[in-house]
């Protein structure tokens, strides 16, 4: 066996293990002068049937990817690309789609003068696109339910954060960031006021009109109270059934009661329909008023159980009313006891 042959075996041995199907067309006739036949059998074709024009090939490729084919050909041929290799389909005598890759290359080309042959080989890569498309399947799979576990989060959140009834914050909200506030005060000397709103007589609107009524009656009341929120800055939480409480930072006493004074009259003025028949009622707040200064000596708490303790005293005068607690003596020079019934015609 001369070197020639020996050299030419030793290619085809080469090329069978590493899966790969050499072929050649010739530039000139476009004819193919040596058929991938190994890929056309993997296809399901016979030797008869093998196409042996390079435009009768194109009639294989998927419709998708002919395109993206003779485009990696044209691209090679005028030198934009120093190899052709694309990835492509090809439909198999009985119908399926089957991936695979090209690579190849100009023979006979010289600087001055156009190549006469391509020159290639084509191996199977259906099994590693079958995997990739999988793969991309089951990313976007993940990102899917990511994104709903995302929003899903967000609701909880908004669920864990807020009361269903009113949507303002709920207690444990209100107890988180209000103890922050009271650091701030603390640590920076502004004041801290909060409001306890109750409303007056909330059981008779509940036995007169039913309880959904006095939802509405409710929402109006949270809707009264977040109307008057500095937003970002104060806090509006539901307490408790018919009771909020509204957190002011950076507001000393005097403001404070300028705010429940003006919220006290806002609600006065509500009219909340409850019924079909165009019914509607009126109802008041009682609102107790505490202020906390730097060194008070009082945590978040404590404020919240003196403006509690305040809205009792408005309560028992009779109610439509604003109190504002006791001053601590070591509170930051806050004026003397006040009580104030602004409700009662003043
Ligand atoms: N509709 C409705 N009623 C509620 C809700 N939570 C509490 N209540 C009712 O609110 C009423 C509060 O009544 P009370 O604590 O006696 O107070 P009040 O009638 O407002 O009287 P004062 O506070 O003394 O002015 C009770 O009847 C509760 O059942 C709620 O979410 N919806």
Not at 121 to 138: L, M, P, S, W, Y
Not at 260 to 289: F, M, P, Y
């Amino acid at each position: 066996m001369g070197e020639v042959d020996l050299n030419k075996e030793r290619l085809e041995l080469a090329l069978e293990a590493a899966g790969l199907d050499l072929w050649e067309n010739d530039l000139i006739t476009g004819n193919v002068t040596r058929k991938a036949t190994k890929t056309f059998e993997e296809l399901g074709f016979t030797e008869d049937e093998i196409v042996s024009g390079v435009q009768d090939i194109y009639g294989l490729f998927h419709p998708d990817d002919i395109d993206t084919v003779r485009k990696a050909v044209a691209d090679h041929l005028t030198g934009v690309t120093p190899q052709y290799r694309c990835e492509f389909r090809l439909r198999s005598k009985s119908g399926e789609w089957v991936w695979f890759a090209n690579y190849g290359r100009i023979m006979d080309g010289h600087s001055a003068t156009p190549g006469k042959r391509l020159i290639g080989v084509t191996f199977n890569i259906h099994d590693r696109k079958c995997r990739e498309t999988e793969i991309a399947q089951i990313n976007q799979q993940l990102t899917e339910q990511n994104r709903l576990l995302q929003q899903l989060n967000t609701a909880l959140e908004r669920l864990a954060a807020n009361d269903s009834l009113t949507g303002l914050s709920n207690r444990r909200t209100l107890m988180e960031l209000g103890a922050k506030e009271y650091k701030r005060t603390e640590r920076f000397g502004h004041p801290l006021s909060l409001l306890v709103v109750d409303i007056d007589l909330f059981k008779a609107v509940n036995d007169a009109y039913g309880h959904l009524a006095g939802d509405r009656v409710i929402c109006a009341v949270a809707q009264a109270c977040a109307a008057r929120k500095r937003s970002g800055v104060d806090i509006v939480a539901r307490f408790g059934g018919e009771e909020f409480v509204i957190v002011l930072p950076e507001t000393d006493g005097p403001s404070a009661l300028r705010v429940a004074e003006t919220l006290r009259q806002d609600v006065e003025a509500l009219r909340v329909a409850v019924g079909d028949a165009g019914k509607d009622v009126a109802v008041t707040v009682s609102i107790g008023v505490a202020t906390l200064h730097k060194g008070s000596g009082l945590d978040f708490e404590e404020l919240v159980n003196r403006a509690d303790k305040a809205l009792y005293q408005a309560k028992g005068t009779g109610r439509n009313a604003v109190y504002v607690a006791d001053a601590q003596p070591d509170d930051g020079g806050m004026a003397a006891p006040t009580q104030l019934d602004l409700g009662g015609g003043i």
